[in-house]
């Protein structure tokens, strides 16, 4: 926003309110559909033996479920006005643990 933007008007930091508070109902309702295909992809995971074909399948889709678990908490982080706690991220592992999720994506869709 340019500083010589006028400041919102009380309609639009009512609207602005109104966003936030429908997007963290839904980042809500998101983060519990991802802990059940997290908790369902561990059950199949652990049901299914080391040299199935299937396994590594389900292994990305955990991945990407997880992944879209640490957006949501992001998202409801920021949404909530919280301060994230302070954490060293390392970036090489973020982008090795998804390399092959980003591919796959990329290349499919």
């Known amino acids: 926003m340019s500083s010589n933007a006028p400041p ?9 309110e109104t966003i936030g508070f429908l997007a963290t109902g839904i980042a809500h309702d998101f983060s519990n559909l991802l802990t059940s295909i997290v908790g369902q992809t561990s ?6 033996p080391q040299d199935n074909v299937a396994r590594s ?3 990305k889709a955990m991945q990407a479920a997880e ?9 409801l982080t920021y949404a909530s006005s919280q ?3 302070d954490e060293l ?11 092959s999720l ?5 290349l499919n869709g």
């Open 67 to 75: 992944f879209a678990a640490e957006l949501t908490r992001q998202l």
């Open 89 to 99: 991220i390392d970036l090489n592992q973020l982008v090795n643990d998804n390399v």
């Open 83 to 85: 301060d994230a706690p």
């Open 8 to 16: 919102p008007t009380n309609s639009q930091a009512h609207q602005l």
């Open 57 to 59: 399948h389900i292994e």
């Open 43 to 48: 059950l199949a995971l652990a049901s299914l």
């Open 102 to 106: 980003l591919n796959t994506t990329l």
